[in-house]
């Protein structure tokens, strides 16, 4: 699997921006795909998931209503909308592809990571 991220930069407050993950390899098309994010000086967390067929997802309740997963498994990548962006949203996002078609919060859960593309929401 070879993952990668990009969409990523410097947006004002209030703004948008589509995150993409695309897997060169396409072997996650049943797999589950999430989104995480890093903070400076904290620790990765969960942001959203979406299983393989597109038929479930999950968010932090942080992004519920603001950020919207999709994936199309034809092309083999998978969308991150993200609206309405806080300062709070600054972080390096990173995808990744699970173990199983269900997506879950667990970082253990997760078998390849994309290198990651950074957001940076300024006030």
């Known amino acids: 699997v070879q993952l990668q991220a990009s969409g990523g930069g410097l947006v004002q407050a209030g703004g948008s921006l589509r995150l993409s993950c695309s897997d060169s390899r396409r072997p996650s098309s049943n797999n589950a795909v999430s989104w995480f994010r890093q903070a400076p000086g904290k620790e990765r967390e969960f942001v959203a998931t979406i299983s393989w067929n597109g038929g479930s997802t999950a968010y932090l309740d942080s992004v519920k209503d603001r950020f919207t997963i999709s994936r199309d498994r034809a092309k083999s990548t998978v969308n991150l909308q993200m609206n309405s962006l806080k300062p709070e949203d600054t972080a390096v996002y990173y995808c990744?592809?699970?173990?199983?078609?269900?997506?879950?919060?667990?970082?253990?859960?997760?078998?390849?990571w994309g290198q990651g593309t950074l957001v940076t929401v300024s006030s």
């Open positions: 990744a592809v699970g173990r199983r078609s269900y997506g879950s919060r667990s970082l253990a859960d997760y078998a390849y």
